[in-house]
């Protein structure tokens, strides 16, 4: 009988491994830690290259049309309403699939929906904890290690386990256990959604302030036909000391519009009043911009990192949920060129482990927002004239130069192979 693949996490990435599997063939099973997934989060972005494997995965345009919209416009506003940079983004800026803002709950239920219907209803088993791990001794295949949310332990067989398991994976704590905490650089996120009606290109991400205080506003969902009202998600951002470590004890929470809006009270400009943007929100919550260092692997013999438990990064760059997309399609080929083993899962470790560290620190630094940082070094945020300030052909390479470090740069996606050939299966010996 052959082993299932066991993937820990029932996330974006986990069920993204999870169709990427059943799409080549591979058994596999899903084990998540909470007993019933809701459509939990907050707005993300989609790019292009994570677009282009859903679509892949058959959710195309009409499916994520529903839940989300096409982003036409990246762009960066200084602290006096002035434009720093602005520039197409998906379909508009050349690429050959589109980029979406969607929420993020209403993007995994749209991939959980889909694993039960394609795989089976009984292959995510939720309310089952991976706390650990141990490779088999002959080098085949792996045990799970499993808490119930009542506290029964159990094991589970498996050829390969990927874990997905997020920030706080218990899989990457045994594999690297002597890892730095959680890094917390001082800046502090509250995060909310308001009914509004969309500005600029009516589908803009854009970013307003300097790069210690600043508020990214972008629509989720499409504007309803009669009053022209879309969900816009907003975050707005603060940066503070950070020596003595974040001082709440929760990494998210529920807060007051009066916990933060002091921070904005001045940010109405002819075009937004900012403040009545985030005062429409019926629930703020508080989170700590985070990440961890990142390692010098992301496997253990038949065990793998993937996601945020490989990778997690500063939202800056708009590309967390988007890799761990990328990382499911990578490892499906993998397994595809390697057969279900070790193998595949040092090429995979070996092709990204490498390429994407150095993104975390990129987007720890700012990632495009660096732009605000350049421009608080050159005339402390306020301008008149961009181009006297930062050329545009050097805020051009500026963003060319993070794209390609993310990997989607338009030049090479579009030139790029399918990642996964369409009716490639993994064979019998694999």
């Known amino acids: 009988m052959t082993l299932p693949v066991l993937i820990a996490g029932a996330g974006i990435g986990g069920l993204s491994v999870a169709l990427t599997l059943h799409q080549i063939g591979v058994p596999c099973r899903v084990l998540e830690s909470v007993a019933e997934l809701k459509p939990l989060g907050v707005g993300i972005n989609l790019q292009p290259n994570a677009v282009r494997e859903l679509y892949e995965l058959g959710f195309g345009a009409e499916t994520l049309n529903t839940i989300g919209i096409q982003t036409r416009e990246w762009a960066l ?3 006096n309403g002035n434009d720093v940079y602005s520039e197409n983004r998906g379909l508009l800026a050349g690429y050959h699939w589109p ?13 959980y929906q889909a694993t039960r219907e394609r795989l089976g209803t009984d292959c995510v088993r939720t309310g089952q904890r991976v706390t650990g791990y141990r490779n088999a001794a002959d080098g085949c295949g792996v045990v799970a290690l499993l808490e119930s949310r009542s506290g029964e332990r159990s094991e589970i067989h498996g050829s390969l386990l990927i874990a997905a398991d997020g920030l706080h994976s218990a899989v990457r704590q045994q594999m690297h256990p002597t890892q730095p905490p959680v890094q917390w650089g001082g800046a502090i996120m509250w995060r909310g959604v ?18 210690k205080h600043r508020v990214v506003f972008y629509p989720i969902s499409q504007p309803d036909p009669v009053t022209g009202l879309a969900d816009i998600n907003w975050i707005a951002e603060i940066t503070v000391d950070s020596s003595k470590g974040w001082p709440e004890g929760d990494w998210n929470k529920r807060v007051r519009h009066a916990d933060f809006i ?3 009270a001045q940010w109405n400009y002819p075009w937004i009043d900012i403040p009545a943007m985030l005062l429409g929100a019926d629930d703020v919550y508080e989170y700590p911009m985070i990440d961890r260092d990142p390692v010098p ?4 013999g038949n065990v793998v990192l993937l996601g945020d438990a490989a990778h997690v990064m500063y939202p800056t760059g708009s590309n ?5 997309i990328v990382d499911a399609r990578v490892l499906g080929s993998m397994l595809l060129q390697h057969g279900v083993g070790a193998g595949a899962l040092k090429a995979y470790d070996e092709k990204l482990c490498p390429e994407i560290s150095p993104v975390i620190l990129r987007n720890r630094g700012a990632g495009p927002f660096g732009l605000l940082n350049l421009l608080d070094d ?4 306020v301008f008149d004239d961009i181009e006297a300030v930062i050329p545009r052909a050097e805020r ?3 963003m060319h130069r993070y794209k390609v470090a993310a990997g989607f740069a338009a030049e090479r996606l579009n030139a790029a192979p399918p990642t996964i050939p369409p009716g490639a299966r993994v064979g019998p010996a694999g």
């Open 77 to 79: 506003v200084g602290l």
């Open 99 to 111: 980029q979406y803002s969607v929420h993020r709950g209403r993007l995994q239920m749209l991939l």
């Open 194 to 211: 308001t009914r509004a009606k969309p500005i600029r290109t009516g589908a803009s991400f854009v970013g307003l302030g300097t790069h």
């Open 262 to 264: 002091h921070h904005f």
């Open 297 to 300: 692997t992301w496997r253990d």
């Open 320 to 324: 967390g949920a988007s890799q761990a």
């Open 378 to 381: 050159r005339c402390g945020g």
């Open 396 to 398: 051009d390479e500026f």
